[in-house]
Antibody
Framework: EMQLAESGGGLVKPGGSLRLSCAAS????????MTWVRQAPGKGLEWVAN????????NYLDSVKGRFTISRDNAKDSLYLQLNSLRAEDTAVYYC????????WGQGTLVTVSS | QTVVTQEPSFSVSPGGTVTLTCGLS?????????ASWHQQTPGQAPRTLIY???IRSSGVPDRFSGSILGNKAALTITGAQADDECDYYC??????????FGGGTKLTVL
């Protein structure tokens, strides 16, 4: 059975950092693009970043460029999102999803940016 | 900047058929936008219904279907049920590796 399990969320002060992880199982992780999507409290879904199966192509939402870094470790079937210089408006549940077309979702991890 | 548009809300009677749409503030949606549709109930993670315009995700009932209607992507739900009442999001490939979600449609079944 396919599974995506996010972890690493928590409460952080403005300007702080967090590293989110997404552990994949049940499919050939190294063959698929992977994506991060977020959802602020009470708001809609927002695409954040994606990464090609081999890491050779990466794309970001404009508002996170230079602050967030997406990466992957195919040997560990894991996807990551490094969040730096966090702002209050980054507060959201962060989901990882399989492929560019978001064909399968994890359960999400909550990031709260507050002083 | 092009915005992805969805109806903010829609209502359907139990057993009825409803078509939700996903358009662009400027231009037309075609199959090259690789539209996907996602269902979300409050407090839960999204669930993929349709990807690549019209491919039904594993385990999704065939009363959910995706298509291009005119200049928009469309999600049609036939035989609406009470548990179809939730939020529906589309997302489009805008090119240059960037994807953009619509604002979501809140579907009421009554």
């Amino acid at each position: 059975e396919m599974q995506l399990a996010e972890s690493g969320g928590g409460l952080v002060k403005p300007g702080g950092s967090l590293r989110l992880s997404c552990a994949a199982s049940g499919f050939t992780f190294s063959s698929h693009w992977m994506t991060w999507v977020r959802q602020a409290p009470g708001k809609g879904l927002e695409w954040v970043a994606n990464i090609k199966h081999d890491g050779s192509e990466i794309n970001y939402l404009d508002s996170v460029k230079g602050r967030f870094t997406i990466s992957r470790d195919n040997a560990k079937d894991s996807l990551y999102l490094q969040l730096n210089s966090l702002r209050a408006e980054d507060t959201a549940v962060y989901y990882c999803a399989k492929s560019r077309g978001l064909t399968y979702w994890g359960q999400g991890t909550l990031v709260t940016v507050s002083s | 900047q092009t915005v992805v548009t969805q109806e903010p809300s829609f209502s359907v009677s139990p057993g009825g058929t409803v078509t939700l749409t996903c358009g662009l503030s400027s231009g037309s949606v075609s199959s090259s936008y690789y539209a996907s549709w996602h269902q979300q109930t409050p407090g839960q993670a999204p669930r993929t219904l349709i990807y690549n315009t019209n491919i039904r995700s594993s385990g999704v009932p065939d009363r959910f279907s995706g298509s291009i209607l005119g200049n928009k992507a469309a999600l049609t739900i036939t035989g609406a049920q009470a548990d179809d009442e939730c939020d529906y999001y589309c997302v489009l490939n805008m090119g240059s590796g960037i994807w953009v979600f619509g604002g979501g449609t809140k579907l009421t079944v009554l």
